[in-house]
Each structure stands twice: as C-alpha cells, then as structure tokens.
C-alpha cells in the first residue's frame, strides 16, 4: 500500500487517546512508508494526524473543499493540498488517492465519509479495505449495531467483512496488507445484463 486516506475528527474528543492513537497511527504510516490522505484540516484529530506524519517525514496530502479553505481551517504546511469544489467532490479525489481506508474516532462526517467508501466495496465500485481504528471502545456500539444488523439480515455477513476492526494501527495494517475483498458483481454489470 501507497496511501491510506484516513478519516477522522475536526474536534480532538474528549479522550487523550485519540489524539494518542493518531499519533501512533502517523508513526505507523511513516514506518510502513504509506502516505496519509485526509481531509486537509489543520484542527482537531486530523490536524494532530498530519502534524506527526510530517513531524516523522511523512507524506501527508490534504483534500478540501474550497468552502472549508475559506473558513481558515486548511493546514498550511501539507506536502500538498488539494482544494476541491464540492464535498462530492472531495470524497472522490481522496478514494482516487488511496489504497485504503481508516477511520478514527470522529463525528457524523467521519461516519457518513466511511460509510459511502464501505458502500463503494460493496457494489463492487473499488477492491480496496475499509476499516476501523477503535481507540478505547469507541466504535463498539456501531460495531454492535453492525453484528445486529447482519442477525436481522439487513447486511450480508460478506459485506459485513469488508470492514476490518482493530484496536491497534500495526494489527489494522497487517489485516489490510493481507485483505482479500469477497467477490461482489458490480451493480453496473448487473443493470447491462
């Protein structure tokens, strides 16, 4: 893996680990020698996320929109910056960037950004590995809900495993370099059927 776009918040939490588990992360990716795409904000997780790619050597690309760049919260000293249009927009350059999706702990952004990239792999649109980071059980009500939603059969089991959980960054990476994604026909193929 190149890069690995990695999706989190713009507030830092309440938790000192998050902002721990950030910092492990970008020395997880700097150590692998995996660039870090995000979403180009210089507050909150994702900003703490840049600064120690970049503090360690890292590679860290930002994509914004441009209504974002307006509100003063791009990061100013990127490797490179990309400033979209639109969120749509955003979300496509990052997928085209990456190899691989991440999401720490964040709010409704973090969680819709991850679940359109889930849903892309799910249809068969990209073959890439979408996961979580759960730093001190965060994510454990949504991967409850999940377990939930595969029992009352609303989610395939095989879609279900397109999203790797962990709780640390090495065990994330080591399951998205060995990721064998379940074969799913493409929704297009199925309409030109």
Known sequence: MKSICVYCGSSPGRLEAYANAA??????????????????????????LADAVLELGGQAVGVIPEGLVRREVAHKHLTELRVTQSMHERKMLMAELSDGFIA???????????????????????????????IAGYFDGLTAFLD???????IKQPHHSILIVEREPEALLDRFDNYVPPAVTKWMEKDEA
């Open 23 to 48: 910092r492990t992360l970008a020395g997880t990716l700097v150590d692998r020698n995996i660039r870090l795409v995000y979403g180009g904000a210089g507050v909150g997780i994702m900003g703490l």
């Open 104 to 134: 720490l702990p964040g709010g409704i952004g973090t969680l819709e950004e991850l679940f359109e990239v889930w849903t892309w792999a799910q249809l068969g649109l990209h073959r890439k590995p979408c996961g979580l980071l759960n």
């Open 148 to 154: 939930h939603a595969v029992a009352e059969q609303f």
